[in-house]
Structures are given as C-alpha cells and as structure tokens.
C-alpha cells in the first residue's frame, strides 16, 4: 500500500515517523527520569528525617542529584549558608521561604521539560493523518473521474492511501496521549511531595533556635534522709 500511495501520502507518512520517533525518545526519556527521581526522592527523605545536622544532608543531597527535593534543599541551604555560615539558626526566614519557593517552580519546571512537545504531538497527529485522508480520497475521485466508471480498480489506490495515513495518526497519537496524562498526574504528585518537603524543610529550619535554647535537663535532687 506505501508502494502505491501518492507523494501526498508519502510525505504525510514521513511526518508521522519523524513524530513518532520523537515521541518515544520523549517517552522512554520521561520513564527513566521519574523512576530515577522517586527512587532517589525516597531515599533523601528518609535520610533528611533521620539526619541531625544540615551537613548530613547536604552531602546526601549532592549525591541524589536526580531527586527534586534534594534541588530544593541544596537551593535553601546555599540561603542558609549566606545567612549564617552554614551553623546557628536562621536570622531572617522570609529569604529562606522566597528560595523555597524559588526552587520548587525550578524543579516541577524541569520535570514539565519537552511535555509540550508530547501534547502537541498527540493532538496534530490524528489532523496530520486526517490530511493524507482527505488527499487519498480526492485521488480516489479523480481516478473515478479519469476511469468514467465506479469501479473498484478506479478508487482502490485512493482509499487504500487514505486508510493507511488514517492508521498511522492514530498510531502516533494513542500512545502520545496515555503518556503524556500519566506523566502529568506524576508531576502533579511531585509538586505536592515538594510543596510539602519545603515546608517540612522550613520548620525543621525554624526550631533550630528552640533546640539550641532547650535547658539541657537537670539531675534529681537526692531524697531526704539519703534516700
């Protein structure tokens, strides 16, 4: 049936492979990064609650480089450190909530990378192949027209060209458009793990003050009597 088809269909078809080629690289890049980002986002926030100094965790965060929360600790931190040295607590925490907040649009934005792409691809795929659809068909009339009669020799090349640039739309779109709604609903659980770490990461900042004043406890008074 490609043998047979037009120019017309021919380039259409092209298209579609060059999309569709391009949309897998998207897709399979995507699979990779998020596996990688949860996988390492797990493992940085089980440390960051067990961790009792900051130092701790930023060594682990360079290491996690894949996982969004470590980008947003890294960005709060590096605040942190210009603030006070890297010890101490925070002497303003309106600069660490403007660098969290900073850092979290950096890191859902990084995520979104090339998923417009993935959108446009599986919304103009279905139109591209309507295009060599329409192109099939007229082909089919004119090979009706120069026939002078409604055979099936004088509309099968036509049809069959239309039918094939149809398939091969739906072929790009379909897979375009499951990916790109499963990938939109992980970002959307990313940016609340995010949203909810910056906060966690503010207030483990702001008792900082609190533990370093605690009263280190008293010993017990010795009974009367020796007791």
């Known amino acids: 049936m490609i043998s047979n088809s037009g120019p017309v269909a021919l380039g259409v078809l092209l298209l579609l492979l060059v999309a569709s080629i391009y949309s897998w690289t998207v897709i399979l890049g995507k ?14 926030i089980r440390a960051f609650r067990k961790a009792t100094r900051l130092q701790e965790i930023a060594q682990l965060a360079s290491e996690c480089k894949m996982s969004p929360l470590a980008q947003v600790f890294e960005d709060v931190y590096e605040t942190y450190k210009r603030q006070t040295g890297g ?3 925070p002497r303003n925490l309106t600069p660490l909530e403007r660098s969290a907040q900073t850092a979290a649009s950096e890191a859902v934005t990084s995520l979104e990378r090339r998923m ?28 009706l027209g120069a026939a002078g009669a409604a ?20 072929f790009v779109a379909v897979p375009a458009v ?16 995010i949203d909810d770490f ?30």
Request: charged share 15%; glycine share 10%.
């Open 116 to 143: 417009t792409w993935l959108a446009t691809i599986a919304a103009v795929s279905p139109f591209v192949g309507l295009f060599g659809t329409v192109m099939g068909v007229v082909d089919a009339f004119h090979g």
């Open 87 to 89: 010890s101490g607590p």
């Open 198 to 227: 910056c906060r966690e990461l503010l207030n483990s900042l702001e008792e900082i003050p609190v533990r370093a004043a605690a009263p280190a406890p008293r010993p017990a008074a010795p009974e009367a009597g020796g007791r």
């Open 151 to 170: 055979t099936l020799r004088a509309v099968a090349p036509g049809i069959s060209e239309a039918l094939i640039t149809t398939a091969a739309g739906l």
């Open 178 to 193: 499951v990916a790109y709604n499963q990938f939109t609903a992980r970002i959307r659980v990313f940016a609340s793990a």
């Open 31 to 44: 699979i990779s990064t998020f596996g990688k980002a949860t996988k390492e986002s797990r493992r940085f």
